[in-house]
């Protein structure tokens, strides 16, 4: 899955601005963000596997990488919105509601995410919901139960969401 070359321009509400920061812009990854990429989601402790740049969308300011996501297709035929992570310099000025919406309008439906339990609101104002066990593909399904056998089920693991 790829994303479209065009390069998308955004200007935050004088409210939400960082100073001196006037526009961002999101734009399709390209292999020379691939540091950057794994760098950021290092940084943001999210898991680092299947972080191939060409289903990434990134986000910059002034030449400067903030953020990024990717949709990350699954071999049981699902499509997760996955790796979204933004400078912690940069957030809360609508980066990350912009690359969830441009995401979103890219991937198919039904669309899940993994995330913690302190992020559910966040995601449920994009329309996700949490699932269960039994309506999980396979991949989060494994994903999940292996959480909670490495965790000696003490922690129930992430949530699994979807939107239709």
Not at 42 to 55: E, F, K, V
Not at 72 to 94: F, I, Q, T
Request: charged share 25%; glycine share 10%.
């Amino acid at each position: 899955m790829g994303f479209h070359a065009d390069q998308v321009v955004f200007t935050p509400a004088a409210s939400e601005k960082e100073p001196g920061m006037s526009e961002f812009t999101l734009r399709a990854a390209v292999e020379s963000d691939q540091g950057y990429i794994r760098s950021l989601i290092h940084s943001a402790g999210i898991n680092p596997t299947g972080l191939d740049w060409r289903r990434f969308i990134v986000s910059e300011v002034d030449g400067t990488f903030i953020g990024c996501g990717q949709l990350k297709p699954h071999k049981d035929g699902s499509l997760e919105l996955a790796s979204l992570a933004v400078e912690e310099k940069y957030r809360g000025l609508g980066v990350a509601r912009a690359l969830m919406e441009r995401l979103m309008a890219e991937g198919t439906r039904p669309l899940y995410l993994m995330c913690r339990l302190e992020l559910r609101s966040l995601y449920e104002k994009f329309g996700f919901r949490v699932i269960e066990m039994d309506e999980m593909p396979p991949y989060f399904r494994r994903i999940s139960r292996l959480v909670r056998v490495l965790s000696f089920g003490r922690h129930a693991g992430p949530l699994v969401m979807r939107v239709d």
